[in-house]
């Protein structure tokens, strides 16, 4: 998942022969705007799970959730240079931010091409079986279709929070805020998503969700 033209073929190894994958993301970004290509492919190697993990979120499809990765590695890549270490922003909240605007575009783009593959990316019918593992995924099912309900700043939030485990500092970080205003909006979009589940969804809080 690492750009093309982010390649180790040539790179300059001047870190005291230590390796990349012992250094922080900081010395890495000031290696990177040196010019060091190496460097980044080692921060879209550290990262490139997490950033698959946010766009399937969204997507729900694991070809889509790859090339949109991909994509976004390309373009924080290209907008490098605006990132500046050490000025409070941390690295993986602004490329996750990038993966979710990547991601969440392709969605809007999915769902006006064809509803119809929306369907067909859904889990099949529960049939008679009421193995532990089909129960499971409806209701996981039910709870992404309770997600779906929220407002996507909220569902996003959620996403970021407790699927990919980002800390408050993070999320400040992604959102441009105080991490005061983190707790009061994840607050909020938490209080959002139980109503939605009482209202719409009552078959998730019947099994104690």
Same mark, same amino acid.
């Given at each position: 998942?690492?750009?093309?033209?982010?390649?180790?073929?040539?790179?300059?190894?001047?870190?005291?022969?230590?390796?990349?994958?012992?250094?922080?993301?900081?010395?890495?970004?000031?290696?990177?705007?040196?010019?060091?290509?190496?460097? /980044?492919?080692?921060?879209?190697?550290?990262? *490139?799970?997490?950033?698959?993990?946010?766009?399937?979120? $969204?997507?729900?499809?694991?070809?889509?959730?790859?090339?949109?990765?991909?994509?976004?590695?390309?373009?924080?890549?290209?907008?490098?240079?605006? /990132?500046?270490?050490?000025?409070?922003?941390?690295?993986?909240?602004?490329?996750?931010?990038?993966?979710?605007?990547?991601?969440?575009? &392709?969605?809007?783009?999915?769902?006006?091409?064809?509803?119809?593959?929306?369907?067909?990316?859904?889990? *099949?019918?529960?049939?008679?079986? @009421?193995?532990?593992? $089909?129960?499971?995924?409806?209701?996981?099912?039910?709870?992404?279709?309770?997600?779906?309900?929220?407002?996507?700043?909220?569902?996003? @939030?959620?996403?970021?929070?407790? /699927? @990919?485990?980002?800390?408050?500092?993070?999320?400040?970080?992604?959102?441009?805020?105080?991490?005061?205003?983190?707790?009061?909006?994840?607050?909020?979009?938490?209080?959002?998503?139980?109503?939605?589940? &009482?209202?719409? /969804?009552?078959?998730?809080?019947?099994?104690?969700?």
């Amino acid at each position: 998942m690492v750009p093309r033209e982010v390649g180790t073929t040539g790179a300059r190894w001047v870190y005291n022969s230590r390796r990349r994958d012992q250094l922080d993301d900081e010395t890495l970004i000031r290696e990177a705007h040196r010019g060091d290509a190496g460097a /980044f492919e080692e921060l879209a190697r550290r990262y *490139q799970e997490a950033a698959f993990r946010a766009a399937y979120l $969204v997507l729900r499809d694991a070809d889509e959730a790859k090339d949109a990765a991909q994509d976004a590695i390309v373009k924080a890549y290209q907008a490098l240079g605006r /990132f500046r270490p050490g000025a409070g922003q941390s690295f993986r909240p602004w490329l996750l931010k990038i993966v979710m605007n990547e991601s969440l575009n &392709r969605a809007k783009s999915k769902k006006r091409r064809a509803a119809a593959v929306e369907r067909a990316a859904r889990p *099949q019918s529960l049939e008679w079986s @009421l193995d532990e593992t $089909v129960v499971d995924r409806e209701r996981a099912r039910l709870l992404r279709e309770a997600l779906e309900a929220l407002r996507e700043q909220e569902r996003v @939030l959620i996403y970021l929070r407790y /699927f @990919l485990s980002l800390s408050e500092r993070e999320l400040a970080d992604y959102m441009g805020c105080a991490p005061g205003t983190v707790k009061s909006r994840l607050h909020r979009a938490l209080a959002k998503l139980r109503e939605v589940v &009482r209202d719409g /969804f009552p078959e998730l809080l019947a099994e104690g969700a």
